[in-house]
């Protein structure tokens, strides 16, 4: 469905000037122009600006930012469950994200192909196809190596890797359910299952650590 400009304004809450804006930055598509002085814009569009707000909003990141993970990913905005999982993927390794082969991989940490392989197996690390690595995973890897080192107790690892496989085996059930049960609000919903995986999640799982920790604390003193 094509909107004219004041539609797409009022779908997305969004002024004539940053809609322009974003179309020049090539973070919108350009409109089609059946007739003069008539613009329609793809109604993609509306999900797209609320997809920016989202990213400026939760993690800070700059128009130049954004107009980067645009144009080395392509996301589809058709609001389905598996386009939300895509989405969570491309932007998961933060906005200074750069992929890179596993020959680079190897070379930049200078761990094995046997360590690479293992940590693979565990759950620890995740290629993309074709064994392409992001910086993201460069960063992890430094991690347990680290941790290899000081000899930290891999059990709890281990006790992430199987604990979130059991979170994200609830959070597909229950994304679908709630994506595609109403078509008509999935905008809203889109953000929803965003904010409770991205958010949400994150803090109740560091603030039992806190909560814990000062816990454990007054015990002892």
Sequence with gaps: MALKM????AKSNESKSTILYYVKEGLLPSPQKPKPNVHLYDDSCVDIIKFIKYLQQNFSYSISDIKHI??????????????MIE???LISGGKDMEFI?????LSKTSITQDILDEYIKKGYIYPRDNDIYSTKELQVID?????????????LIDRYVSTAKELALLEN??????????????????ELLFDVILNLKPYIFN???????????????
């Excluded at 004041?6 to 304004?9: F, N, T, V």
């Excluded at 806190?210 to 015990?219: A, E, F």
């Design 207 to 221: 603030m039992q650590t806190v909560s814990t920790h000062l816990h454990n604390i007054k015990d002892k003193s």
């Design 70 to 83: 645009f144009e080395h990913n392509h996301f589809n905005f058709d609001g389905s469950f598996h386009s």
């Design 101 to 105: 082969s596993k020959e680079e991989l």
């Design 173 to 190: 059930q229950i994304g679908f359910k709630l994506l595609e049960s109403d078509t008509t609000s999935h905008n809203s919903r889109y």
């Design 6 to 9: 004041k539609e797409l304004i």
């Design 87 to 89: 989405s969570l993927e």
């Design 143 to 155: 991690i347990l190596q680290r941790a290899k080192q000081l000899g930290l107790d891999f059990e």
